[in-house]
């Protein structure tokens, strides 16, 4: 089983900067895909990032050429770096681990609130 432990969440102004992470355990990390989901209140959970296993990326379109994911295999840990944050960007980021053993597992969440 694939457990993700979220962190960095927190409250910042807009322009500034937040580092998530994702740390996993119970699985062989490097064969795992991690993606990024959100959801803000009221609205429906978003796609953010996703990186391979490749160490391949992509992004939505809303936040390409601010956000950056990037994993350590040998931490286990996938981290979110979020520069130059919006006001939309608020929402609770969650972690999701496509495993080829274990399937599918989500993280907690971690609130991001960002405020004019």
């Known amino acids: 089983q694939v457990q993700l432990v979220e962190s960095g969440g927190g409250l910042v102004q807009a322009g500034g900067s937040l580092r998530l992470s994702c740390a996993a355990s119970?699985?062989?990390?490097?064969?795992?895909?991690i993606n990024w989901y959100r959801q803000a209140p009221g609205k429906q959970r978003e796609f953010v990032a996703t990186?391979?296993?490749?160490?391949?990326?992509h992004y939505a379109d809303s936040v390409k050429g601010r956000f950056t994911i990037s994993r350590d295999n040998a931490k286990n840990t996938v981290w979110l770096q979020m520069n130059s944050l919006k006001v939309e960007d608020t929402a609770v980021y969650s972690c999701?681990?496509?495993?080829?053993?274990?399937?599918?597992?989500w993280g907690q969440g971690t609130q991001v609130t960002v405020s004019s």
């Open positions: 999701y681990c496509q495993s080829p053993r274990y399937g599918i597992s």
């Open positions: 119970g699985s062989i990390f490097s064969m795992n895909i």
């Open positions: 990186i391979n296993t490749d160490g391949s990326t």
